[in-house]
């Protein structure tokens, strides 16, 4: 039963440490998408700088293609997100349907234990009433014993009475 409990602690370390490891993943996701926007603040300042260079059109254009460009990846990164949080979720909802399968087989095993401890404390129960009860027939067998051996005397001296009445 330890081995069975000690194999079941391991295995819900085991997904902790993947449920800590999803959720330090979706910490540098956020990070990469804060450094993604950094970079594209930085590309619309240097835009800025640049545009007394390049006509307005052109400047335009650029921004229109950086902007797509930062769309996708933002889309792409949200679809991973979403799936990140989808396998999150059904990581949660199998560790909690496990804590709750062990939750009833602990208690089923609890309380087998209970009947088990019971039941040796009946057998013991009975083992030391078995015990006691042969100890008082042994008793009671030596005490018949004697009973039998002074009714012999008593018919021996009643007989030995009688004889010496009738002598007298």
């Known amino acids: 039963m330890e081995a069975g409990l000690s194999?079941?602690?391991?295995?819900?370390?085991?997904?902790?440490?993947?449920?800590r490891r999803i959720q330090l993943e979706c910490q540098q996701l956020h990070k990469e998408l804060l450094k993604i926007r950094e970079y594209k603040d930085m590309q619309e300042i240097q835009i800025k700088h640049q545009s007394s260079c390049v006509p307005l059109t052109e400047q335009l254009e650029n921004k229109n293609t950086e902007r797509l460009l930062l769309?996708?990846?933002q889309e792409h990164q949200r679809?991973?997100?979403n799936e990140i949080r989808n396998h999150l979720y059904q990581e949660e909802q199998s560790h909690c349907a496990e804590q709750e399968r062990m939750k009833?087989?602990?208690?089923d095993l609890?309380?087998?234990?209970h009947q088990e401890i019971t039941i040796a404390t009946i057998m013991e129960k009975a083992s030391l009433l078995e015990r006691q009860?042969?100890?008082e027939l042994?008793?009671?067998?030596?005490?018949?014993?004697k009973q039998q051996l002074l009714d012999f005397r008593y018919k021996v001296i009643q007989s030995e009475n009688t004889y010496?009445?009738?002598m007298v």
């Open 164 to 166: 010496l009445k009738e």
């Open 110 to 113: 609890t309380e087998e234990l």
């Open 7 to 19: 194999e079941m602690r391991n295995e819900l370390q085991s997904r902790d440490a993947l449920w």
């Open 104 to 107: 009833t087989e602990i208690s």
């Open 138 to 145: 042994e008793i009671k067998d030596k005490l018949l014993a």
């Open 79 to 81: 679809e991973e997100l």
């Open 71 to 73: 769309a996708q990846s």
């Open 133 to 135: 009860l042969k100890m």
